[in-house]
């Protein structure tokens, strides 16, 4: 089966830079679409940002300008570059891997989506 396991969250003050990544194991013998989702305490889990497995990479208005996701080329493994955190940006993101991304995150066609288990980012002074 599919694992998507995140890594690099932590506490961080207003302003400050963190790097999270995600890495697929498993039998995954395709280069998926990859994104990224986060939960805050009492709100909607949201859509952060997505990439195709060509690199095509959609984001979410409230981190535009502000976050960026890669990935290896031809392989299931990304990350997040979060510049210029805020307060509100606290929440535990989630990885996601699927076979399509579209305007509503990522979807499975047959099998998937597959999820990670999540990392927990605090930003506060």
């Known amino acids: 089966q599919v694992q998507l396991v995140e890594s690099g969250g932590d506490l961080v003050q207003p302003g400050g830079s963190l790097r999270l990544s995600c890495a697929a194991s498993?039998?995954?013998?395709?280069?998926?679409?990859m994104g990224w989702y986060r939960q805050a305490p009492g709100k909607q889990r949201e859509l952060v940002a997505t990439i195709s497995p060509l690199g095509d990479t959609n984001y979410a208005d409230s981190v535009k300008g502000r976050f960026t996701i890669s990935r290896v080329n031809g392989k299931n493994i990304m990350f997040l570059q979060m510049n210029s955190l805020k307060a509100e940006d606290t929440a535990v993101y989630y990885c996601?891997?699927?076979?399509?991304?579209?305007?509503?995150?990522?979807?499975?066609?047959?099998?998937?989506?597959?999820w990670g288990q999540g990392t927990q980012v605090t930003v506060s002074s």
């Open positions: 996601v891997a699927g076979a399509a991304a579209g305007p509503g995150g990522i979807y499975g066609m047959g099998s998937g989506p597959w």
């Open positions: 498993g039998s995954m013998a395709a280069v998926y679409a």
